[in-house]
């Protein structure tokens, strides 16, 4: 769905991963909690086709997804809700909020996109424990799955 909105930075994101492996997941990972559009779950699952272990693959991500939902969550508090409203626009903002006000802990859990539910943990100020344990369930959760299907392909290409 990616590359029907913005091929060029999907074009970049695979040569980045292609060029520096390891740490351009972990970048991708860290700032796709915060701000840009580009997932790492793909090249969790593909992680074979550019020479990655899935496993070291997922575990990078998730380090990078999780790293970088704790700078959203403070970036939140510290820029304010006037800052998120403009990021995201009102009508994300408004429905995020519904969201995030009914379900808490469970729109931390389940909610997507990520970005928009790290930044409202911040503004809303859930306990940030339970923003971590929520994150750490969710993210590995998710990124469990693209590291059985990373480790699936790469099985069916040895």
């Known amino acids: 769905m990616i590359e029907k909105f913005f091929p060029e930075l999907k074009a970049w994101a695979e040569s980045f991963v292609l ?34 272990n899935p496993y070291t693959a997922g575990l990078v991500a998730f380090l990078g997804n999780i790293l970088g939902a704790i700078v959203a969550f403070f970036l939140a508090k510290l820029l304010g809700e006037s800052f998120v409203k403009r990021l ?21 859990l389940l909610g997507e996109p990520y970005k928009l539910v790290c930044w409202l943990a911040g503004i809303f100020n859930m306990p940030f424990l339970a923003f971590i344990v929520a994150s750490i369930l969710a993210r590995a959760i998710r990124i469990g799955v693209f590291v059985f299907f990373g480790d699936v392909l790469g099985r069916f290409l040895n």
């Open 19 to 52: 060029s520096h492996g390891y740490t351009a997941l972990f970048v991708l990972s860290f700032t796709e909690s915060i701000i840009q559009p580009v997932p790492p779950y793909p090249f969790v699952a593909t992680a074979p086709l550019f020479k990655l």
């Open 88 to 108: 995201f626009k009102e009508r994300l903002y408004t429905k995020g909020e519904a969201l995030f006000n009914r379900y808490g802990f469970f729109a931390v």
